[in-house]
């Protein structure tokens, strides 16, 4: 994205909610075309991808439109989508990335786009509030920077408090110290670790992420953490009525057999499963009855 889009947004959009639609619009358009300069969305995906209302996105568009930085022809009819066009921020032509000089610009991170994480998490002026430290730091040349605590004028001095928390949150960025100290470390986005030093071998960016449940932030899965007790208790936490499926509480298991007038689970009979399959049970008159497991106070046990 061009540092003047970033800029322009920012100043020119004063109704904050407007601003917040038409920013979070742009920064997804401009990852989607990543080097192109032209995209069709259909408005279904643009809601799922972003989280934005169809009102939103439509007066999102028109505030892009309005101030110069792209331009969007709409097709198909109420449900269709639209041709979007990316315009140099600097004299409104279409952008070209092939043409010298290029404008300023920095990339915007995958890991910030996650579904977990930019439709759910992330409110537009949370985007554009960490693009300009992501700003900030390309123009220093580090990663960390201290600043006080009305550092982004464009927004309110709570509401920039309040964004902080959720960057800090979702792990891509760090507030450190207080004050005249007050520091500002802007993490790896692909790990929410600090930044690798300069000149240190890069690892791949393909990652996988997990949303911790606790605490709403985002997690990296690597190999180290990925442990059978935690894969076992994150898909727990990911259950409704997750009390219902602590050990000692086995629901919904694979198959089953009936000994003793008891079912347990052939597949699993000792350990938690978690594939939602009905149960044929048989009963004595030999009609085939389907029903729906339910957790028993048995270990390993359906009832």
């Known amino acids: 994205m061009?540092?003047?889009?970033?800029?322009?947004?920012?100043?020119?959009?004063?109704?904050?909610?407007?601003?917040?639609?038409?920013?979070?619009?742009?920064?997804?358009?401009?990852?989607?075309?990543?080097?192109?300069?032209?995209?069709?969305?259909?408005?279904?995906?643009?809601?799922?991808?972003?989280?934005?209302?169809?009102?939103?996105?439509?007066?999102?568009?028109?505030?892009l439109e309005r101030v110069n930085l792209i331009r969007a022809q709409r097709e198909g009819g109420p449900e269709g989508g639209y041709y979007f066009t990316v315009l140099n921020a600097d004299h409104y032509l279409q952008l070209d990335w092939s043409r010298k000089p290029l404008p300023r610009y920095f990339r915007i991170p995958y890991a910030s786009l996650l579904s977990t994480i930019y439709p759910e998490k992330w409110t537009g002026t949370d985007a554009l509030i960490y693009d300009e430290l992501s700003m900030r730091m390309s123009r220093a040349g580090k990663n960390e920077l201290p600043l006080m605590s009305h550092w982004f004028k464009a927004v309110s001095k709570n509401t920039l408090s309040a964004r902080e928390k959720r960057l800090a949150q979702t792990g891509f960025i760090r507030v450190k110290n207080r004050?005249?100290?007050?520091?500002?470390?802007?993490?790896?986005?692909?790990?929410?670790?600090?930044?690798?030093?300069?000149?240190?071998?890069?690892?791949?960016?393909?990652?996988?992420?997990?949303?911790?449940?606790?605490?709403?932030?985002?997690?990296?899965?690597?190999?180290?953490?990925?442990?059978p007790e935690v894969f076992e208790t994150y898909f727990r936490k990911s259950l409704p009525r997750t009390a219902e499926w602590s050990p000692g509480h086995n629901a919904h298991c694979h198959s089953s057999r009936l000994s003793a007038g008891r079912r347990s689970c052939e597949a699993l009979p000792h350990r938690l499963c978690f594939a939602v399959l009905p149960v044929d049970l048989l009963p004595e008159d030999g009609g085939a009855q389907r029903t729906w497991a339910k957790p028993s106070e048995t270990r390993g046990q359906l009832q």
């Open 2 to 63: 061009q540092f003047s889009a970033h800029q322009k947004i920012a100043a020119a959009t004063t109704n904050r909610k407007l601003r917040a639609s038409a920013y979070k619009l742009y920064r997804w358009v401009c990852w989607r075309t990543d080097g192109n300069t032209s995209l069709f969305a259909r408005l279904d995906g643009i809601r799922k991808a972003t989280g934005l209302s169809k009102e939103a996105i439509i007066n999102g568009r028109r505030e």
């Open 179 to 227: 004050g005249q100290n007050r520091v500002i470390e802007i993490l790896n986005p692909e790990t929410s670790q600090s930044m690798p030093p300069k000149g240190a071998d890069q690892e791949p960016t393909e990652r996988a992420y997990y949303i911790d449940r606790d605490t709403g932030a985002r997690r990296l899965l690597n190999e180290e953490d990925f442990t």
